[in-house]
């Protein structure tokens, strides 16, 4: 890690205002240690919109109110910074010039989780069935990213695109739809690209195009409701977000043969990270949507404009008996992101010892199980539970 007098302005000013709220203490807590008042403490930055709104939700639900702090905390962290890099986005003359383009973030900020060691992940889809005609395209969309990506460094100093930037492109809404559920669905990263729009994604740029195009996909997944009004169910839509987990889980084993010791513990950290945060955005949506008998279009659209922890609170409104769950849920599921929120190389030497590596494993299993339950106990009280297995 950089001396901090040598870090860009934004990443110094960024983990300063980080660090006199949480990871200074969060990085002193130890593997099996609990959140405490010392390590949530006041200083990141604040939002009017729903300011605070998260900390009385949870605390209403009964989560220890430290813990509800924390997560309140990196909720405010993350809409800053998601705000801050839109309004630098709103001046690019190239995303100007190109008309129903949407982009919008996924992973730890628009889940509203992140540190100032996250990554964003972006993606691009132009809503060519509200404007299908656009000149050079191609031209257009090659500099809308490297404007994309200059802020990114430059004003934001977020840390470099994943994979070199493999799946930065522009895709087409009419192509998304038409390949949903096909052989190029997931070929053309299409698959992705609309999993991550549905189950945690914050717009970016372009709210309309947002609104839009998550109606025109929600859309694509209740082809029938018309003839079903009355018991019309979202097995399509769930079974689709049970094949992405599943996708995940086999991408992951597809990576696991690796050569080198280094390698082998980056794979070992990402089951950790699959082991909770994929689990969390997949499982807060289908244990949700699980716990409807019938479902209409508006109300799902609305879901899929929740972050995760909302849709666990929709949960534990709809369904009182998923509460003591949830809250277990949410207790593991905050220790991990004080885990995940330490520099880098601590977390390699985190799994590099058996022995935290191990704790580490067993806290994740837990999560796992108490997610597992809390999914059934929505699915059963609805009747539903059978459509998840057969």
Excluded at 85 to 99: C, I, P, T
Aim: with cysteine.
């Amino acid at each position: 890690m950089a001396p901090t007098d040598q870090l860009h302005p934004a990443r110094l000013l960024t983990q300063r205002r980080f660090r006199d709220g949480v990871v200074g203490e969060e990085s002193r807590i130890a593997m099996g240690g609990n959140l405490t008042s010392a390590s949530i403490t006041d200083g990141l930055p604040s939002v009017s919109r729903q300011a605070g709104y998260l900390e009385e939700r949870l605390v209403a639900l009964g989560l220890d109110g430290n813990i509800a702090k924390f997560y309140e905390k990196r909720r405010a962290f993350s809409e800053s910074q998601i705000s801050e890099f839109s309004k630098r986005l709103q001046k690019s003359k190239h995303l100007s010039a190109f008309d129903n383009l949407l982009i919008y973030s996924a992973g730890s900020y628009a889940r509203g989780e992140a540190s100032p060691f996250s990554d964003i992940d972006l993606f691009f889809i132009h809503n060519d069935i509200d404007n299908p005609e656009i000149e050079d395209p191609r031209l257009k969309g090659i500099r809308a990213i490297a404007s994309v990506i200059r802020e990114m460094e430059e004003g934001m100093d977020f840390p470099p695109p994943s994979n070199d930037g493999q799946f930065l492109s522009v895709v087409k809404l009419s192509d998304v739809l038409e390949h949903l559920g096909g052989m190029e669905d997931d070929y053309r990263n299409h698959f992705t690209a609309r999993m991550l729009l549905m189950l945690e994604s914050r717009v970016i740029y372009s709210p309309d195009d947002y609104r839009s195009v998550m109606s025109k996909i929600v859309e694509s997944y209740m082809r029938d409701y018309g003839d079903h009004i009355e018991e019309f169910r979202t097995t399509f839509l769930v079974n689709d977000i049970l094949r992405y987990w599943r996708t995940l889980c086999l991408n992951y084993e597809h990576k696991r043969n690796q050569e080198t010791e280094a390698r082998k513990t980056k794979q070992k950290i990402k089951n950790f990270k699959l082991g909770f945060s994929r689990l969390s955005t997949c499982f807060s949506t289908v244990a949700l949507l699980s716990s409807y008998n019938k479902a209409e279009p508006e109300e799902l659209v609305e879901i899929f404009h929740l972050p995760p922890i909302e849709r666990f609170l929709r949960l534990s409104d709809r369904v009182p008996a998923t509460r003591p769950l949830l809250i277990t849920c949410l207790t593991l599921y905050a220790w991990f992101l004080e885990q995940t929120a330490l520099p880098p190389e601590e977390i390699v030497a985190m799994f590099e010892d058996s022995e935290r590596r191990g704790e580490a494993f067993r806290r994740a299993r837990e999560f796992g199980e108490n997610m597992f339950n809390l999914t059934r106990t929505a699915a059963e009280e609805s009747g539903t539970f059978r459509y998840l297995v057969i």
